[in-house]
């Protein structure tokens, strides 16, 4: 029985890698709303976020954009959403929206959704200079909220995103934003190491 339940979880620890995993939900006290944020409705400056653990900036040197709703009204095309939760959003009109923190974490994620009429963007993790891991993150059109999380055997104290609109992103609204300077299971995790609770259960009987 041991033996199994070890080799299960072997398996389930091996699984996890250097790169980036998504995973589903989680809950921290690291968490960012962008309700209580000072800066100026349309700001080019460092902003401190997650209680000074960290700031976010528009690298690409625009703007960063707080605000409760937000249209974007191009030719034919009309997008709109309004914040997740609480009074505010955090969004851009171009660039990849970067948050930089004081310490290493090993979990990111949040509520995001596009104004635009492309979907998803691209989400880069870093540590220093060094890309730690890069995925898609989906943010559908039309303006509704989709949960992204990722998680990472390997710290990592710079995010950047953006978005795939035009070729010069913007138009991505984040909100509850939160980290984790630990990891987080993998759904495929968790069900391995179930399936090894299981068999261990039925060995003992």
Known sequence: MHRIAIALISIAAGSAS???????????????GFNNLKMRTFDRNPVAVFDGM???????????HSTGAWGLYSGGWKGRTKAFEGKK????????IEYR??????????????????PDATIKFFNGDQLVGIDVLRAAVGGDWLWNGWSSDEGFDRVSIQSNYGSRGGFLMHDAVRISGTQVPTPGTLAILATGFVIGTRRRR
Not at 18 to 32: G, K, N, P, T, Y
Not at 54 to 64: A, H, T
Not at 101 to 118: H, L, P, R
């Open 89 to 96: 959003m955090l969004g851009n009109t171009r660039g990849a």
């Open 101 to 118: 923190f004081k310490g290493e974490q090993k979990s990111f994620g949040g509520m995001f959704a596009t104004i635009a009429n492309t």
């Open 18 to 32: 250097a790169d980036i995993a998504q995973v589903d939900e989680f809950s921290s006290l690291q968490f960012e």
């Open 54 to 64: 960290g700031e976010v900036l528009n690298s690409g040197g625009s703007w960063l």
